[in-house]
């Protein structure tokens, strides 16, 4: 089972909003991540986490808050976004963020800020 | 820094063969990853190269030449559903993170 889960499929929040995206895998993975993707362009790294410890930070905004609670969870709090940071947001996950391992992704959740 | 270059865009014909290049600059190269996607879905996983030469999956092979900063993805026996954006990933550098190239749109017709 190569399953990675998101929540929800689709977002539309105002810019004063607070809303929260969800990832789940159950295959012992220990590195999630969360990517960005705009229309037509590659996924971009926003965070990285490693044994449940974010690792890596590639100069996100802080409006985007990540979290992950437990080894099979990854949460991604947005508070007071902008129109451009609609997006297709991916969460994916791999065995171990050390060695050779194929990421896998979940279906995304499509977010359109208004 | 890595940079990775591949076709915008190529067609094919249903039941043929195409190849679809990737050429790659990094430090501290650590595998070559390639990702299918259709279009408003996620990324799935095809084929990863770490050491020189050909990996074949079904109707999937892909390259490697590391001297080269080369890959390439051969879709064999094309079917329509194959018609996606292909995306080369390299993983290296100094956080060992995963960079895509901009991918190539495939189009296949009858």
């Known amino acids: ?114 | 820094g890595q940079n990775i270059d591949q076709p915008t865009e190529m067609t094919a014909t249903e039941g043929a063969i195409v190849q679809i290049n990737c050429t790659y600059q990094t430090s501290g190269f650590n595998g070559l990853f390639w990702y299918q996607q259709h279009a408003g879905e996620a990324p799935t996983f095809l084929s990863y190269n770490v050491l020189d030469g050909l990996e074949e999956k079904g109707r999937f092979s892909s390259f490697l030449s590391r001297s080269k900063g080369y890959s390439y993805l051969l879709l064999k026996e094309l079917q329509m559903k194959d018609s996606a954006s292909y995306l080369c990933a390299v993983r290296g550098g100094a956080t060992n993170k995963l960079i895509f190239g901009t991918g190539t749109l495939l189009a296949v017709q009858p």
């Open chain 1, 1 to 114: 089972d190569t399953e990675v889960t998101q929540t929800p499929k689709h977002l539309v929040m105002g810019m004063t909003n607070k809303k929260s995206l969800k990832c789940e895998q159950h295959m012992g993975h220990r590195a999630m991540y969360w990517y960005k993707q705009k229309a037509k362009k590659p996924p971009e790294l926003m965070f990285v986490y490693s044994y449940e410890k974010l690792s890596i930070n590639e100069s996100v905004p802080s409006r985007f808050s990540p979290e992950c609670p437990n080894s099979s969870l990854l949460n991604l709090h947005l508070h007071a976004l902008q129109p451009e940071d609609s997006a297709l947001y991916l969460c994916a996950s791999s065995q171990d963020p050390g060695q050779l391992e194929t990421q896998y992704f979940g279906p995304g959740t499509r977010l359109l800020v208004l």
